[in-house]
């Protein structure tokens, strides 16, 4: 069964570090992939996806990640961080046709 | 609607009894999901709806739970005999297509405190 790994559970930054958030899957077929954001006191929503093309997309608020295919990998990542940013991040996984499948989430606080 | 909706928000429930959560998903949106997001955890598969298709039933804990779909409109997320485990954030979800490549969008979630 597909699985996805979220290796960072709470992540500690101060205003203007780089971030880096690590997501690996566990499935060798065509997938896509997500990067869900779920925002104090709001419901998830969509940061940024990857269904094919440019390995590297690019979201909203200056977040893009990397499809890494030999890596199983779809890492987040954002140059410079804000107070604002402080949030839940959920990497999911599906298969062309089937369901979405989450992985347990990294916490991230950003300090001012 | 312009989101998908869910109720209620909130709910507080004595331990053995039943409970019902319901969904309202996007106009249009074929695919329909409910997940459980239990304190400082993921989220975890409940079921998935797609069409007309037999409903992706592997991710439910146990028979106590149980979900329909009628059409593409209306879900509802049934616990019986509800157990303190229960206790979690429903969260429910819909997309346009069948493939997973369409991004899923989110309801607010029902809490669910069971005492």
């Known amino acids: 069964a597909q699985s996805v790994s979220q290796h960072n559970h709470h992540v500690i930054l101060s205003e203007a570090a780089s971030l880096e958030l690590g997501c690996n899957y566990s499935y060798g077929g065509t997938v896509n992939l997500f990067w869900y954001v779920q925002y104090p006191g709001q419901h998830l929503q969509l940061l940024l996806k990857y269904f094919s093309g440019d390995p590297l997309v690019k979201g909203i608020k200056g977040f893009e990640a990397e499809f890494i295919k030999s890596k199983f990998s779809f890492n987040l990542r954002k140059p410079s961080v804000q107070w604002s940013d402080t949030a839940e991040y959920f990497c999911?996984?599906?298969?062309?046709?089937?369901?979405?499948?989450f992985g347990t989430g990294t916490r991230l606080q950003v300090f001012p | 609607g312009a989101g998908v909706s869910q109720s209620p928000s909130n709910k507080v429930t004595e331990k053995g009894k039943d409970v019902e959560l319901r969904c309202d998903p996007i106009s249009g949106h074929t695919a329909l999901y409910w997940y459980r997001q239990r304190l400082g955890q993921g989220l975890e598969f409940l079921i998935y709806f797609q069409g007309n298709s037999a409903p992706d039933k592997s991710g439910l804990p146990s028979d106590r739970f149980s979900a329909e779909r009628t059409g593409e409109s209306v879900s509802t997320l049934t616990i019986q005999r509800t157990q303190q485990e229960d206790s979690a954030v429903y969260l429910c979800a819909s997309s346009l297509e069948a493939s997973g490549g369409t991004e899923a969008f989110f309801g607010q979630g029902t809490r669910l405190t069971v005492v």
């Open positions: 999911a996984v599906s298969l062309l046709t089937d369901k979405l499948i």
